[in-house]
């Protein structure tokens, strides 16, 4: 079904993606990832010590959200949580009990699909750092608008007149040298899980699924991006503080 | 998170020792003279008023925003201007989350008097209805990257955004002239701030050994530093602003040193933002003409950045 998007796009398109690594100096781990909405990543970490009502036994994950103009309310505070959840469980924990790793997150520009930017960008700036990962997390977010179809990648303005988007986060796409050999859960290939699901509005349990077929396809696609960028920028020089 | 001792960053005795004899034989760890200001990189968002500077490895991001709001009563004919420092934890490892400390409010201090008090932007041109609507300008100054300096590239970042911002026109209107219409900017074109002149602030550091000055230290110079001195000046000469709280001693013959570097740095630097805005205003022209979108085939398109 063609579908007419004010940019020109089409239902599966994203938009042009721009990714940089290693671009502040005092940070342990940096990355910026730009799709017109623009967030800027930061790690320390890891420092020594957990907070309280933490596990001493495992590596601590702390999130701080910083919104582009205006005080840090509500929002920003659910937006913390989800990121810290999902990035719990992308990155081993076992590895350095008792610290502590920071990321801070700022919103440059916020032109839609604001917390998959920002997930991704935590992602390539804990990589930039060198914490331990199980695998990346990936997350696109999609649209459902009245008439039933699906949009990928949706700006501010789509956002605010469909009738329900979703948040979705997955597992990178592995490339394993044994197929067969591969990782899987209960019979399934690791990359069909999902780590994260925020959705806003009501969508039908269909349209859900739909979305969820259209974000895996998209996920391969991101995947490719993120192995690519992550390859050429493989040399770079370690900093201590 | 507070008094981790392995959290704070602290410069070794053999490096302080390093920087202080270097600095005996005129010479900087990173290269430069001690009259030399390190490299300028001023940036702008996509939007109106969001500006992005580098000030050789320091970043700060400046936020413009506009609100109509109620005027002070002793003041009912002129706008408000306001300064949020934001030192986010990403600069620096010893900066908390939370209330701003000591260092993020002199910085707004130093920031807000340059532009209030030299009376740099035109507060009375932001009144609509006196007494009862005015236009509230919000400055947010995020410090991204503390590589020394925060002051200067946090004024350069302030002016560059309020250099490119634009608020939208309003009009009066209803029955009796007492309501405000605010036009969206797809119907009319929003409009720049009147801004007078450009208080560019200059910050110095002062060493105990014979009395060395440098300009634009960067943090490893600041950690070692005996007392520094900020002076906001403009091109046309005049001093807006100076700012020198505690610290060492220094004779009068180096403050009168100190303003005449400054009052040559701040020209050429003025010039460099003027430059930049020039080169966005163009870009932003540009962008107005609609042009047709390029259709392309892929999923997904990616930059080399």
Redesign the interface.
């Known amino acids: 079904m063609e579908v007419d998007r004010e940019d020109g796009r089409s239902q599966n398109q994203l938009r042009p993606l721009a990714c940089s690594r290693n671009i502040l100096h005092r940070a342990h781990g940096s990355a910026s990832w730009s799709q017109d909405t623009k967030v800027l990543a930061a790690v320390y970490g890891p420092k020594a010590g957990t907070k309280k009502n933490e596990n001493p036994e495992k590596a601590c994950i702390e999130v701080i959200w910083k919104p582009k103009t205006g005080q840090i309310g509500k929002p920003e505070k659910e937006y913390e949580m989800i990121l810290k959840r999902t990035l719990e469980s992308v990155c081993i924990l076992t590895v350095n009990p008792n610290t502590t790793t920071s990321i801070i997150v700022q919103v440059v520009n916020d032109d839609g699909a604001l917390l998959p930017s920002a997930i991704n960008a935590a992602c390539m700036a804990l990589v930039d750092a060198g914490i331990p990962m199980k695998h990346l997390a990936v997350a696109v977010c999609c649209c459902v608008a009245k008439s039933g179809y699906v949009i990928l990648d949706p700006t501010k303005l789509e956002e605010q007149k469909m009738k329900a988007f979703a948040y979705l986060v997955f597992p990178n796409s592995v490339h394993s040298v044994l197929p067969e050999g591969s990782l899987r859960v209960e019979g399934e290939p690791i990359e069909n899980g999902i780590i994260t699901s925020v959705t806003h509005g009501i969508m039908s349990v269909d349209d859900y699924f739909y979305c969820l077929e259209r974000g895996r396809a998209a996920s391969v696609k991101l995947s490719d991006f993120l192995r690519r960028n992550l390859q050429q920028q493989s040399t770079d020089s370690s900093k201590a503080g | 998170?507070e008094g981790?001792l392995?959290?704070s960053?602290r410069l070794t005795v053999n490096d302080k020792n390093f920087i202080k004899t270097a600095l005996l034989s005129e010479i900087r760890i990173d290269g430069r003279k001690p009259f030399e200001y390190r490299k300028i990189s001023i940036k702008f968002?996509?939007?109106d008023g969001?500006s992005?500077v580098q000030l050789g490895?320091t970043?700060v991001?400046g936020?413009v925003?506009a609100q109509l709001v109620q005027p002070y009563r002793d003041r009912p004919k002129e706008g408000i201007l306001s300064i949020f420092t934001?030192f986010?934890?990403?600069?620096?490892?010893s900066f908390e989350?939370g209330r701003p400390g000591e260092l993020a409010v002199e910085l707004g201090r130093i920031v807000d008097r340059g532009l209030r008090e030299s009376r740099a932007v035109d507060t009375e041109s932001l009144c609509i209805l006196a007494g009862k609507f005015v236009w509230a300008i919000?400055i947010?100054l995020?410090i991204?990257?503390?590589?020394g300096n925060l002051v200067d590239a946090a004024n350069i970042a302030a002016l560059a955004a309020l250099l490119t911002f634009r608020r939208p026109e309003c009009s009066l209107g209803g029955e009796d002239g007492q309501e405000v219409i605010v036009h969206p900017p797809e119907i009319r074109e929003p409009l720049p701030l009147t801004v007078h002149h450009l208080p560019i602030a200059i910050s110095f550091g002062f060493f105990s050994n014979e009395s060395i000055l440098v300009i634009d230290p960067t943090h490893n110079e600041e950690a070692v530093m005996g007392g520094r001195m900020t002076t906001t000046v403009n091109a046309n000469g005049d001093i807006c602003a100076i700012q020198k709280s505690g610290g060492e001693g220094v004779p009068r013959r180096v403050i009168m040193q100190c303003l005449q570097l400054a009052t040559s740095k701040a020209a050429s630097i003025t010039k460099q933002i003027k430059d930049a805005v020039e080169v966005f205003n163009t870009e932003r022209a540009l962008r107005k003409i609609k042009r047709h979108?390029t259709?392309?085939g892929?999923?997904?398109?990616?930059?080399q950045?």
């Open positions: 998170m981790r392995a959290n960053w968002g996509r939007e969001s992005e490895q970043r991001m936020m925003t934001e986010s934890p990403m600069a620096d490892p989350p919000r947010d995020h991204l990257d503390n590589g979108p259709s392309t892929d999923d997904v398109r990616e930059k950045n």
